[in-house]
């Protein structure tokens, strides 16, 4: 498939995760496609007057959800959609919580989220089906304890550490702080709740069993 070049606008609005959208960037020139990276610090008003400029084909945006952020990215869409530029150019938002159902409510022609990978990002600015690759990885876990114990090599550290524990644990015996106290009345609340199931269902049992007597009498 022969490769159409796109112009593509690459927009950070969050100023410490635009990581990805910096290997997205370089791996969208080496497939011979223009793009423009944005600082990170522009501001909404400031994106909509370098998109007119730059006139892409597509906006990629990349943002983590977070309080607030919904109604900040709504306005960047509505705000490209005044200026006619939604009438010509994809809008695509990458981020994490970012789901494609998500991006389709915020106004977004796609949405990609942390699990994306950049070969998926670039099909769609291709225009291309992305197919993943299937492989099977096994991921074995290091046993950093191997030919480890808390076996002791020397006895008198040994010794010094049971005497230290021994003291600590004399020390804090009559202690307590609130946060003990606070677990303590959990658990009485937790007995005492178990007691009343207990007192329920037992009552039930017996309007039930006085219950059949009746019907056996009748």
Request: aromatic residues 4%; glycine residues 6%.
């Amino acid at each position: 498939m022969q490769i159409v070049a796109k112009k593509v606008l690459l927009v950070p609005l969050d100023p410490v995760h635009d990581v990805a959208l910096k290997i997205i960037n370089r791996k969208l020139k080496e497939r011979g496609h223009k793009t423009l990276l944005l600082p990170p610090d522009m501001s909404i008003e400031e994106i909509v007057d370098q998109t007119l400029k730059v006139k892409p084909d597509i906006i990629m945006i990349s943002r983590t959800m977070g309080y607030g952020v919904a109604e900040v990215l709504s306005k960047l869409v509505d705000l490209l959609e005044v200026a006619g530029i939604r009438d010509r150019a994809k809008i695509v938002i990458g981020g994490k919580a970012i789901k494609p159902k998500l991006a389709a409510e915020l106004g977004f022609d796609a949405g990609f989220g942390e699990r994306t990978s950049y070969e998926e990002a670039i099909a769609f600015v291709e225009g291309r089906k992305y197919i993943p690759k299937v492989e099977e990885i096994i991921k074995r876990e290091k046993d950093i304890t191997i030919g480890y114990s808390y076996k002791f090599h020397n006895q008198k550290i040994e010794n010094m550490l049971n005497e230290i524990t021994e003291e600590i644990l004399d020390w804090c015996e009559d202690k307590t702080s609130s946060g003990i106290k606070r677990a303590h009345l959990r658990e009485k609340m937790m007995e005492l709740k178990g007691e009343k199931n207990k007192t329920s269902r037992s009552n039930i049992n017996k309007k039930l069993q006085h219950k059949d007597q009746q019907l056996k009498l009748t």
